[in-house]
């Protein structure tokens, strides 16, 4: 399951950054059936499987959070083989609660801020803003989205499919290119994160030039998703290069071509971050 899981975070089968996590802590739960001669071993070996998940994906701050609680909670705190696995189990369970609440708050707190009518613009595809719409929705709200493609993945093609089947959405595909010519038309910009270190804000590729232009005609743009996502120390976003094959099946001699997963966004072209926590500010 571990190796399974590890090429699904590389090969971008799930994309929600608290997915990742989630999937990731459940795995760990394998360890606890194999067979080990001390708790020493058991310890390492979770140490190493760790470090490999992590790996698999050292852009997402939360997978980053989740494995290191586990790692942190069980390292070194009991004797016996048998309660290492059982304070494993423990752990997991704890830290994938703690996730999926971050996440279900998030949402709670960002729905509470959409109004019934409301135009926005979203980018990419994030479980909780997905959430936030549906709890929206549920509440009696009736909303029309503009929903970028989000290429190469083509990511904001799986939202909107899901948004079409929300009968009081209106969603509309676009091409990332044509963010300037509908923004105008939108309220605002809602969009999930990756993750905010310090002062920068990094999300999917798109996300700067489609804030940068919300900022200069006028649209605020509010950001979703876990506190555990925002982090002060500790952690180094490392951006993530995808296959040149995701931009251009052939390759084509005298072209480099360039697929970075990510971009940096200066959390001052943000007009709010919504977590779990109410909302923060930079």
Do not use: W
């Amino acid at each position: 399951m571990i190796d399974e899981t590890i090429e699904e975070i590389r090969e971008m089968q799930t994309h929600s950054s608290s997915v990742v996590a989630v999937k990731a802590t459940r795995a760990l739960a394998e360890l606890t059936e194999r067979d080990y001669a001390t708790v020493e071993e058991f310890e390492r070996d979770l140490e190493r499987n760790v470090g490999a998940l992590k790996r698999a994906n050292p852009s997402h701050a939360s997978l980053y959070n989740a494995l290191q609680d586990v790692l942190h909670s069980v390292q070194g705190e009991v004797d016996d083989l048998d309660e290492a696995r059982e304070l494993t189990l423990a752990t997991i369970d704890r830290v994938v609660e703690t996730v999926e609440t971050g996440k279900r708050r998030a949402a709670q707190e960002a729905a509470a801020t959409i109004e019934d009518g409301q135009t926005f613009l979203t980018h990419d595809y994030s479980s909780t803003v997905m959430e936030a719409v549906e709890l929206a929705v549920a509440d009696g709200a009736e909303l029309t989205a503009y929903v970028t493609e989000a290429r190469p993945r083509f990511l904001g093609r799986k939202f909107a499919r899901e948004l079409a089947a929300i009968d009081e959405v209106e969603p509309h595909l676009m091409v990332d290119g044509a963010s300037g010519m509908f923004l105008p038309k939108c309220d605002r910009v809602i969009i999930g994160m990756d993750c905010i270190v310090e002062e920068t804000l990094y999300n999917r590729i798109g996300t700067f030039p489609l804030v940068a232009a919300a900022n200069e005609v006028g649209v605020p743009v509010t950001v979703v998703g876990s506190s555990a996502k925002v982090v002060d120390g500790g952690f180094r976003f490392e951006n993530e290069i995808r296959s040149p094959s995701e931009v251009m099946l052939e390759p084509v001699e005298g072209i480099e071509l360039e697929n970075p997963a990510y971009d940096a966004t200066p959390v001052d072209l943000i007009d709010e971050v919504i977590t779990d926590e109410g909302v923060v500010e930079f």
